[in-house]
């Protein structure tokens, strides 16, 4: 991360944490309110069929408001149809958020096989005047402030009784656009971290 960040501070780039996540049919543990002695449930049809799959990119940088890109996908188990996200998805998750952010990218995510197929090498290669990355260990989700991200949106649809997977995902899409428009949260997901204020200093704009 150290290396990272002198990377990002030579180039004026923004540091950029990605990471995914997948949510069922099946609502996450959440808590509510109850009376005493009566613990609430929430009903639901059934075990339901199919998966959202979710990646999400937080992005920082000295003297701008923190950033989040994402991307949904809904797997129904039709045919053919892809379970979760290929490299192409991550190329173009990427290129997006280099267009629109404008600078180069020192991009952090985690050692996971996901990460490592050729094509995306190559791409990071062939790309290195404005991408750089940084890998984490396979797993440490306490290094990665986009964990924050998804566990906010599980803990929102905790009490969802979901009647279809499109619900699950109305649900999902519109927590992160939420998300997008409150820079102090996302903050605060890299604070939780430990790598703010001590390694990277985040500062509002004038």
């Not at 996540?21 to 639901?44: D, E, I, N």
């Not at 290669?125 to 986009?146: G, K, M, R, S």
Request: aromatic letters at 10%.
């Amino acid at each position: 991360m150290a290396a990272g960040k002198s990377i990002a501070a030579e180039r004026g780039a923004w540091i950029v944490f990605e990471d995914e996540a997948g949510q069922s049919m099946t609502a996450p543990r959440a808590r509510t309110w109850g009376r005493r002695g009566c613990t609430p449930v929430v009903w639901v049809r059934g075990r339901g069929s199919g998966r959202v799959s979710m990646v999400g990119m937080t992005c920082y940088k000295p003297g701008e408001w923190s950033r989040l890109f994402y991307a949904v996908r809904e797997y129904g188990g039709r045919k053919g149809q892809p379970k979760g996200f290929g490299w192409c998805d991550f190329r173009d998750l990427i290129v997006r958020g280099h267009i629109q952010l404008g600078s180069p990218i020192v991009l952090i995510w985690d050692n996971v096989r996901l990460h490592l197929p050729k094509p995306l090498r190559e791409f990071i290669d062939a790309n290195a005047e404005w991408l750089t990355v940084v890998q984490l260990p396979t797993y440490a989700p306490d290094l990665n402030p986009t964990e924050g991200v998804w566990s906010l949106v599980k803990r929102d649809i905790g009490n969802l009784a979901a009647a279809s997977l499109g619900q699950v995902i109305r649900a999902v899409k519109r927590r992160l656009k939420k998300l997008q428009y409150r820079p102090d949260v996302i903050d605060g997901y890299l604070a939780g971290t430990g790598w703010a204020p001590g390694h990277v200093t985040l500062q509002g704009r004038a």
